[in-house]
């Protein structure tokens, strides 16, 4: 196709090329208390702290958790941290942490091989992916269909509902008869209307309206196209008996708010959503948006998101373990290069040239056709699609008296993980599982809660998992790319080394010594990583001091910054954080 847009539903070309510097915005704080019952106590500090105009509003089945925030003027990013480590002082507090909604531009700044996966969109597609139903045939689907009983009123997916926090919907055809529109929410406005008007809000360079249109076009587009495109093409959801409701929460997936998205999986859980389908991601891990998953999977919501797109590590909310992380693949079953790969990533689903639903306005004019485009946006909702069919075919009511809401999430994503098509040739502990496999997905024997073989949900795992705690491990899932190179060669020999290295580098960063670091990490971990998380040229040299195979002098001379970035030791990493403005404590803590 000559349409540059056709080949990726993210951003065009140029655009993704732009290296603007985005910034977090502040949206408010997540409080935890010690005990249930101190609302009270919460409003005397956020009072105290903040001043009388913010609102606490209590999350979660504890009661003691609470999202505090405020219209009109906000916080600098400065002065949210600031104002962080403050309530984190105060009596009855057990932990505060800031609330942003957060840049997480699809860029091919962030490393070379982002590079190399931006430079593929401009050229033809993969010739055998020509194929409108490709990304079915290669997840099996076509056979998991035949198990549904061939009655047109009871389609592959039927009774399963849908819910796709997204950029809302429009009325494209192949996507508008499936909609759960009375359940639907638009939480940028606050009203029921979650049409997506393809807007482009001043301050955001980079956006995709109509992107939750085409998300949702490879769940539930029925068989056959349902008008005549430009293109002659169709676009095949993977459930098309199922429904989705449309749950706007963003312009645009560029720049993502917490709040919105936590909001949303909450309201889900309450209005009989039965799958999650996530194709937006954030750089910053908080207690907020892992609040909301638990809320939802209690109530046994499966709950699926994309690893991430041009990103060097897999995003939040996918990196947490209760969300079923799906990474990217291609016609030729091999990784697409613009996946974020890691070993937080549960399974992978198809992402380059996957056909959609795409729809354009011109001169205020809707337009509606079937694309080809690529990116991990495709591949969550495709395993959101064979979760609808497990749920459908094996009945969710029965499922729930069987074994109880709580655990079905867990349930299935065992069965996912083990009915996938193994790759012995892939790199290890980088892409989950292998490639699902929707027929054996359906095919796989239920557990015999009889023996006792059903492992019971991790409701119990620490309040603050190890992979944003801000304490080492949340380094190593950042880094994990840079400290897994030398593993990949020989018997995975060096993986003591790669951690020293980290710990050597964290050290020095913050002026203390390696049998101090985890003290000092608790301190101020989360905002130190909250800085490399969603700068990507702060990220790149802390990557580069990381890298044993770092450039010679010659080889820099010969190479452009944005080639192959010259590192920059510690000290100037330093003076680089300092200069963006960061809280009185970490400064305290660098300076």
Known sequence: MSDKRSLHPLADRNQLSDSNNFSAKFEGFFLQMV???????????????????????????????????????????????????YLRSQP???????????????RSDWNQESKQAV????????????????????????????????????????????????TGYTKHPEIFANLLLRESYDFLKNDKDPTDELETPLGEVINNPGHGTSTASVMISPRRAQSNYPTGKSVTGVAPGAK???????????????????DAIEYAAGHGVHVLSISLG??????????????AQKRGVIVVAASGTFIPYVVWPAAYDEVIAVTGSNVRREIWLGSSRGSQVDVTAPAESVWYAKTDKNNGEFKYNVLQGSGTSFSAPLVAGVA????????????????????????????????????????????????????????????????????????????????????????????????????LDGNFVGVGRDNAKLRSCLAKLLQTTE?????????????????????????????????SKQPSGTQLQTKTLTESPKPRNLEQIREMLLSQGVSQVLQTKLS
Request: hydrophobic fraction near 40%; charged fraction near 20%.
């Open 515 to 547: 049998t101090e670091l985890p003290k000092r990490l608790k301190e101020v971990g989360q905002e130190l990583a909250f800085y490399f998380a969603v700068n990507p040229e702060l990220y790149k040299q802390f990557a580069a001091a990381l890298s």
């Open 388 to 487: 609808a069919l497990w749920l459908s075919y094996h009945g969710r009511e029965q499922l729930i008296q069987r074994y109880g809401a709580e655990k079905i999430p867990f349930i299935f994503n065992q069965i996912l993980r083990d009915s996938c098509e193994k790759f012995p040739t892939w790199k290890p502990n980088l892409f989950g599982e292998g490639i699902v496999n929707a027929e054996k997905v359906l095919a796989a024997p239920l557990p015999d809660n009889v023996s006792n073989s059903v492992i019971p949900p991790a409701f119990a795992l620490l309040q603050h998992p190890s992979i944003d705690n801000g304490r080492l491990d949340t380094f190593v899932h950042l880094f994990e790319q840079q400290l897994s190179d030398s593993q």
């Open 92 to 106: 009855g507090v057990v932990d505060a942490q800031p609330l942003f909604a957060v840049p997480l531009p699809y």
């Open 282 to 295: 954030t750089g910053l891990f908080n207690q907020r948006l892992r609040s909301a998953i638990i809320y």
């Open 244 to 262: 989705v409701v449309p749950l706007r929460v963003s312009y645009s997936v560029v720049l993502l708010s917490v709040t919105n998205l936590a």
């Open 119 to 166: 430079a593929r969109f401009e050229h033809q597609a993969l010739d055998e992916s020509s194929d409108v139903e490709w990304s079915l045939k290669q997840l099996r689907v076509l056979e998991a269909w035949s198990r549904f009983f061939p009655d047109p009123n009871l389609p592959p997916g039927h009774g399963i509902v849908i819910g796709l926090p997204d």
């Open 35 to 85: 005990m249930p019952g101190l609302e009270h106590r919460v409003r005397e500090i956020v009072t105290k702290t903040l001043g009388s105009n913010w609102k606490v509003k209590s999350i979660g089945d504890n009661h003691t958790e609470f999202e505090v925030s405020k219209k009109g003027d906000t916080l600098s990013v400065k002065e949210a941290w600031n104002k962080t480590y």
